[in-house]
């Protein structure tokens, strides 16, 4: 726990390559570099908001030999060179006309062609009193920021739900659902695009299909897949932590009321979502993540054309971060809470 160098804090991400691997730290604002045996080499930025610091990292790749990191907060990417340490900077400041519920538009990864992708932010009063907001642009840009492109449109079940029933006068909650099954999307580890999960949740009736593509830097669809599950039921009870925490907020002032609105929002979610993480393997494969169950999470891994190539079970402690066919980066924590980076090798 008391190492400076192996004693881990907030893994964010991993990133490898033939020779190291690359362990995002978010509160430490900086990267750290071993050798794939696990040695330490050297540490790549620092808190700060200084030239080569980061504030909140939130995801890294690699840009022909230089590894990026973007950072909401600062509004840039820092992308370093791995073997001196040396960074440069790139500012984010996208000039991008957005509807009046978006607040900004934050970094989000870069492009193997060299232009910048972001996501907006958005005001959950402003988008729940026009009815929710139901699509989520992947803007493109260059380096400039002027707008070039949409990469994708993600699909959202509407945003955060108010809720008054219960509170004090005047009151108002905003709650998202915990089940989500909004559109998700990861990038690519060298820049060549993206995958898209359509995962909308079975509601009982008609075939129960999770959607993938395969996006390119133009936006092109590389593949598009539909594949089956077998839909989860959630259990009886299964948000009943979630609403007593609630309820112990202090503007609650009718626990009754308040319990019955937060019990018609959560238990609509009937069924799991069919995928709750994707991430994208070093050699173009995909990892879908199912929810958990007893203790597992099973992982389903296609290959670049989108074919189902197999499955590998893991717990629940366990995170896959960097992957290819032959191996899996994944971030576990243990009963202290404590994390740790660990290869799995997979074996057919």
């Known amino acids: ?136 642009p992947q803007l493109v840009s260059d380096t400039t920021g002027s707008l070039r492109d949409t990469l994708a449109l993600l699909s959202l079940g509407g945003g955060p739900v108010e809720i008054r029933a219960g509170l004090a006068p005047g009151a108002r909650m905003y709650l998202a659902h915990s089940l989500s099954d909004d559109d998700l999307i990861t990038f690519t580890p060298d820049g060549s695009g993206a995958v898209q999960v359509k995962r ?27 594949i089956g599950y077998e839909p989860r039921r959630v259990p009886e009870g299964f948000f009943a932590d979630e609403i007593s925490a609630i309820l112990d907020r202090p503007n609650v002032v009718d626990r009754a009321a308040h319990a019955r609105a937060l019990r018609e929002f959560y238990e609509q979610r009937r069924y799991f979502p069919p995928v709750t993480t994707v991430r994208v393997g070093s050699d173009g494969t995909t990892w879908l993540a199912g929810p ?32 290819n066919r032959t191996e899996a980066w994944v971030v576990e924590r243990d009963a202290l809470d404590i994390p740790y980076v660990v290869r799995y090798e997979i074996v057919p």
């Open 1 to 136: 726990m008391d190492d400076p160098v192996y004693g881990l804090s907030a893994v964010r991400d991993v990133l490898t390559d033939d020779d190291y691997v690359y362990v995002l730290l978010a509160r430490e604002g900086r990267v750290r570099v071993f050798t794939r045996a696990g040695e330490f080499v050297r540490d790549l930025g620092g808190r700060g908001e200084g030239p080569g610091e980061l504030m909140t990292p939130s995801s890294m790749g690699w840009h022909r030999s230089r590894l990026w990191v973007a950072d909401p907060t600062l509004r840039r990417f820092t992308l370093f060179d791995v073997a001196n340490g040396e960074a440069e900077t790139i500012p984010y400041n996208v000039d991008a006309p957005l509807a009046d519920h978006f607040l900004s538009v934050v970094p989000r990864a870069i492009l193997a062609n060299g232009e910048l992708v972001g996501s907006p932010t958005f005001s959950a009063i402003r988008g729940t009193a026009r009815g929710g907001i139901s699509r989520l």
């Open 292 to 323: 958990d169950e007893d203790g597992v999470r099973e992982w389903l891994v296609l290959d670049a054309s989108g074919a189902s190539i197999g499955r590998v079970r893991l717990p629940t402690t366990s995170r896959v971060s960097a992957a």
């Open 200 to 226: 909308r949740s079975w509601e009982g009736s008609g075939s129960a299909e999770v959607e993938v593509a395969r996006i390119g830097v133009l936006g092109d669809t590389l593949f598009r897949r539909r």
